[in-house]
Structures are given as structure tokens and as C-alpha cells.
């Protein structure tokens, strides 16, 4: 059975920092990619970052660029999301999902909130 479990949310203010953990389980990920979205109150879930566990290409939202940044320990499997300079716009619960070659995200974890005050 796969397993996504987020840890690391929590409030902060604006131009902190904060480190999002996703410890994964249940599949073989060195062949999967691992995303991270957000889904603030009132709006769709967007996509943040995502990693392939293989060759650890980063892809990035236009909106965190610069900001954040995804890497994996593939000892762990586990993915981090290191978020820097945090805005109020950043508050979202954040979810990080398993992505197959075809590009389905298709286990997703529990979601961890982040809070950002001004």
C-alpha cells in the first residue's frame, strides 16, 4: 500500500521559513516522480514542485520560483520542499502526491498546513 505522509507545516510570518517533509512508502519511487500542490481556502489545488526520484530534475511553479526548492533523499524516500521568504499568499494546506510516467498524480498524502502571517 503507498503511503505520502507531509509533516512540517506550521504558522510563521512573512519572510520566514519553513521545511515540508514527505516520507513515502509502498512503491519501488526510484521509477516515480513526487509533486508538491497547495490549496488555499476558497481556490483549487495548484501545483507547487515537482521531483523525479531518478535524475532529481526540479520543476517549479512561476509563482515560487526562487523561493522554494524541492529536493529528495532517495535513502529516506523521502522529498523535501524548503519554502523561503514565505508570503501571506502562501498559506495553503500543502499535499504532496506520487506521479506515474503518464503523468497522473495518483496517491496523494494528508495534507500538512501552512500559515503565513503578515
Known amino acids: 500500500q503507498v503511503q505520502l505522509v507531509e509533516s512540517g507545516g506550521g504558522l510563521v510570518q512573512a519572510g520566514d521559513s519553513l521545511r515540508l517533509s514527505c516520507a513515502a512508502s509502498?512503491?519501488?519511487?526510484?521509477?516515480?516522480?513526487l509533486g508538491w500542490f497547495r490549496q488555499a481556502p476558497g481556490k483549487e489545488r495548484e501545483f507547487v514542485a515537482r521531483?523525479?526520484?531518478?535524475?532529481?530534475?526540479?520543476y517549479y511553479a512561476d509563482s515560487v520560483k526562487g523561493r522554494f526548492t524541492i529536493s529528495r533523499d532517495n535513502d529516506k524516500n523521502t522529498v523535501y520542499l524548503q519554502m523561503n521568504s514565505l508570503k501571506p499568499e502562501d498559506t495553503a494546506v500543502y499535499y504532496c502526491?506520487?506521479?506515474?510516467?503518464?503523468?497522473?498524480?495518483?496517491?496523494w498524502g494528508q495534507g500538512t498546513q501552512v500559515t503565513v502571517s503578515s
Open positions: 521531483i523525479s526520484w531518478s535524475v532529481g530534475m526540479p
Open positions: 509502498g512503491r519501488t519511487f526510484s521509477s516515480y516522480a
Open positions: 502526491a506520487s506521479r506515474t510516467h503518464s503523468g497522473v498524480y495518483d496517491y
